[in-house]
């Protein structure tokens, strides 16, 4: 069963970590910008083994400039901990430092010792978390 663990940064916003089989796995695209990469999607694919990468419905919410708001049903990837790292590691920028010890000094020893905390449904976590990227 895939379960979600909520993280809360006043720098980086919500961070939703699935779990699979134990092991965490981060949403690659928000993971990405959150790290101050301009293209989300190409960082992902030069950074990141295609082994530790999985893709989960999850859904997309945009609003127009007229404000009308639509929702639709999109295919998320979800990176494991080494392609995290390598995110980390390979970004210059100044963001990826806090983002790096945000991660390590608090989000990975949660995991580590209580196996998260505010599990809650994963459906509605991967909308919260389309939600805050998509703004």
């Known amino acids: 069963m895939n379960e979600m663990q909520v993280f809360q940064s006043s720098d980086f916003g919500e961070l939703g970590v699935l779990e699979i089989e134990g092991k965490p796995y981060f949403p690659a695209t928000a993971c990405a910008k959150m ?3 301009g293209n989300a999607r190409d960082a992902i694919k030069r950074h990141c083994k295609e082994e530790g990468v999985v893709k989960r419905d999850g859904v997309s919410q945009t609003t127009n400039q007229h404000g009308v708001t639509t929702c639709q ?3 998320m990837k979800f990176i494991n901990e080494g392609n995290l790292y390598r995110l980390i ?3 210059k920028l100044p963001t990826a ?3 790096e010890k945000w991660v ?3 989000v990975l020893p949660a995991i580590r010792k209580t196996g998260g905390y505010g599990r809650v449904d994963v459906t509605a976590i991967i909308m919260q978390t389309a939600t805050a990227v998509c703004a």
């Open 89 to 91: 590691v390979h970004s």
């Open 35 to 37: 790290l101050g990469y």
């Open 97 to 99: 430092e806090r983002f």
């Open 104 to 106: 390590f000094d608090e």
């Open 73 to 75: 049903t999109v295919e």
